[in-house]
């Protein structure tokens, strides 16, 4: 599942190329794609005509686009959820269908179209109100997901004392969506073996100086993502020209079990963690006697 860096590379990549045209017809192509707006297909095109996309807007792993026609306070939106193999394209209008497309949006310009392409159908679009939290319009769905490392309202101090009040792993802290937003098991794994912590580390033993390291290696390694595209493992992943990211190649733990760790040498270990995987260097990140599993 695309994790922050991905959902930005796509976010800026909409916002470059569609925002601010005024849409002339949205055509869905498979009602499952749409299915989180209740009124169904033909509301959701009659509801988008004529509408222009004003804004690109993320928190986390979720995006959405703003549209025109709204009162100051409040508003609605285009909520993208792209799922495990959603994808967000401009496309020439020319360009032949996609396999796997699900919803277009064509422009009163003529120009290249919007599409959601999806193979798996996990993911979706939908309208959703916009209600204004601390200061930030966000999508209903959105409202109760935290802040995340890049963006101008996210809280060190605050996310530091909360985390130091849970009793769990500093890895499952990293990814509660209550906590902080837009880490995945990849950015996880990468920004604990820079801080050098094991993924178990008690949140309860992580002193504020060590918070503050932490999440200063997150908001690097993402910013490192975002330079190389995002990390994609497949085809499924690209940006919105169709494009993969090339992170996977700096990666230095995360899917490298076996392989030697890029600071010390060491075989890098892999262990089961939450029906998934977690990648450490067993010297660089010692598992801790008081460990969370």
Request: charged content about 25%.
């Amino acid at each position: 599942m695309p994790e922050l860096p991905e959902v930005e590379v796509v976010r800026r990549g909409v916002a470059e190329h569609a925002v601010g045209r005024p849409l002339s017809s949205v055509e869905v192509l498979h009602p499952r794609a749409v299915r989180r707006h209740v009124p169904g297909p033909e509301d959701l095109a009659s509801r988008l005509a004529g509408r222009v996309l004003t804004a690109a807007r993320r928190r986390g792993k979720y995006l959405w686009l703003e549209l025109d026609g709204l009162p100051e306070t409040g508003g609605e939106a285009l909520v993208v959820h792209l799922g495990m193999s959603g994808q967000l394209l401009v496309q020439p209008a020319d360009a032949p269908d996609e396999k796997h497309l699900r919803v277009r949006m064509r422009f009163a310009d003529g120009g290249p179209e919007l599409r959601f392409v999806d193979q798996r159908t996990f993911g979706g679009v939908h309208l959703d109100e916009l209600v204004v939290v601390d200061g930030v319009a966000l999508p209903k769905p959105v409202e109760h997901i935290a802040p995340d490392p890049l963006e101008p309202v996210f809280d060190l101090a605050g996310l530091t004392e909360r985390l130091r009040a849970r009793r769990t792993g500093i890895k499952r802290a990293l990814l509660d969506q209550s906590l902080v937003s837009g880490i995945g098991n990849i950015y996880a794994d990468e920004a604990l073996w820079r801080a050098k912590l094991h993924w178990a580390r008690p949140t309860a033993t992580m002193t504020r100086p060590k918070v503050r390291e932490l999440m200063s290696a997150v908001t690097e390694v993402m910013g490192a993502a975002l330079d190389a595209g995002g990390t994609s493992f497949d085809a499924l992943y690209v940006n919105v020209n169709g494009e993969s990211g090339y992170f996977e190649r700096s990666l230095a733990v995360y899917g490298q079990a076996g392989e030697p760790c890029p600071r010390c040498g060491a075989p890098i270990r892999r262990d089961a963690f939450m029906n998934r995987s977690s990648y450490s260097c067993p010297v660089c990140q010692p598992k801790p006697r008081n460990a969370h599993a």
